[in-house]
């Protein structure tokens, strides 16, 4: 059981607009560090998509955006593609690393 | 840009000690803005961070696998180290070494913003008799 809850599961259309929450508490988010969020499609290794909250590493499509808001950090996925079917993870810090349990998202 | 590169067995047998060797290329372990983790994923699980070094040789763990983590540097080789005692089941995980963003101001260096922006390809262990 992480302390930063995310669904197990979100789906959506080509073309529509997803989002996935990172709900943590006063410890971790609320406390002010920073949450990132990581793109894992099948069979390869976590790929660095929002850090520091907002920022997208070079390489990321704008359609992949993050915020914030109180102890509950989300990811945006515009434009939903095929090729975004993957699993999907925050991290934040709380006395130690800590991941979010993941987010299956299905491309329907 | 960064590339690491994790080995070492793919067996290992239960209550022995599990270790791997991350090797880094087109970058120096030595850098003073990164540190170097380690990253596990059981099978068709979630992330669970194992730890971190710095060049120095300062280290920080996950407190659930502390008792039992040795994370080590070997700046000469440009590699970083993890040995994993007392192996159960449990610790049958694809594992991965990532680099660590840290953050250093004109007079000093600190641990932080915490994220990984580097990683390597996993290395799947077994724990098995």
């Known amino acids: 059981q992480s302390v930063l809850t995310q669904p197990p599961s979100v789906s959506g259309a080509p073309g529509q607009r997803v989002t996935i929450s990172c709900t943590g508490s006063s410890s971790n988010i609320g406390a002010g560090f920073a949450v990132h969020w990581y793109q894992q499609l099948p069979g390869t290794a976590p790929q660095l998509l929002i850090y520091d909250n907002s920022n997208r590493p070079s390489g990321v499509p704008d359609r992949f955006s993050g915020s914030n808001s109180g102890t509950t950090a989300s990811l945006a996925i515009t434009g939903l593609q095929a090729e975004d079917e993957a699993d999907y993870y925050c991290l934040s810090f709380d006395s130690s690393l800590v991941f979010g349990g993941g987010t299956k998202l299905t491309v329907l | 840009q960064l590339q690491l590169q994790e080995s070492g067995p793919g067996l290992v047998k239960p209550s022995e000690t599990l270790s791997l060797t991350c090797t880094v290329s087109g970058g120096s372990i030595n850098s003073r803005t990164y540190y170097w983790a380690w990253i596990r994923q059981p099978p068709g699980k979630g992330l669970e961070w194992i730890g971190s070094i710095y060049y120095s040789g300062s280290t920080y763990y996950n407190p659930s696998l502390k008792s039992r983590v040795t994370i080590s540097v070997d700046t000469s080789k440009n590699q970083f180290s993890l040995r994993l005692s007392s192996v159960t089941a449990a610790d049958t995980a694809v594992y991965y070494c990532?680099?660590?963003?840290?953050?250093?101001?004109?007079?000093?260096?600190?641990?932080?913003?915490?994220?990984?922006?580097?990683w390597g390809q996993g290395s799947l262990v077994t724990v098995s008799s």
């Open positions: 990532a680099s660590e963003v840290g953050y250093c101001s004109s007079t000093s260096c600190y641990r932080g913003p915490y994220y990984f922006d580097y």
